[in-house]
């Protein structure tokens, strides 16, 4: 685990799991650096839909687990998660009303100032920026 004042990186299981681990160090983290409270819940939800994503869609890293990493990006919250990679790269669904599931990066677009995937070899990472108002 990597942490300074303005960055967190971690690895977490490549579970369900995992989304309540990492949504409670994003809310003590930005607790720490006395972000706006209203903004820390959006930014609790779009990691958790990140991390259900990867979790449902793509494969472990090597080592069984997912990299979680936040920073500060001038006035934003830069979140990333990063994965194995998966069949399709991930996108907004219209799901309909009454489905299930296929909802998360729709929820991710919503909430998120902007939200962008970057492919390398076998590795896949999602990034939402969320501005701090």
Do not use: C
């Not at 990691?47 to 500060?72: C, F, K, M, Q, Y």
Request: charged content about 20%; cysteine-free; overall charge positive.
């Amino acid at each position: 685990m990597r942490t300074d004042s303005a960055t967190m990186d971690f690895r977490v299981p490549f579970a369900a799991s995992s989304v309540g681990v990492a949504r409670k160090k994003l809310r003590s983290w930005m607790s720490a650096q006395h972000l706006p409270v209203e903004r820390v819940e959006e930014a609790r939800v779009v990691l958790s839909e990140l991390i259900g994503n990867a979790v449902r869609h793509a494969r472990p890293l090597s080592d069984g687990t997912l990299l979680v990493a936040w920073s500060l990006d001038g006035g934003a919250l830069r979140l990333s998660v990063t994965d194995g990679g998966g069949r399709g790269r991930p996108h907004t669904v219209h799901a309909a009303p009454n489905a299930v599931s296929g909802r998360g990066m729709l929820i991710v677009d919503t909430l998120a100032d902007s939200w962008w995937v970057d492919q390398s070899g076998s590795r896949t990472t999602v990034q939402a920026l969320l501005r701090l108002r």
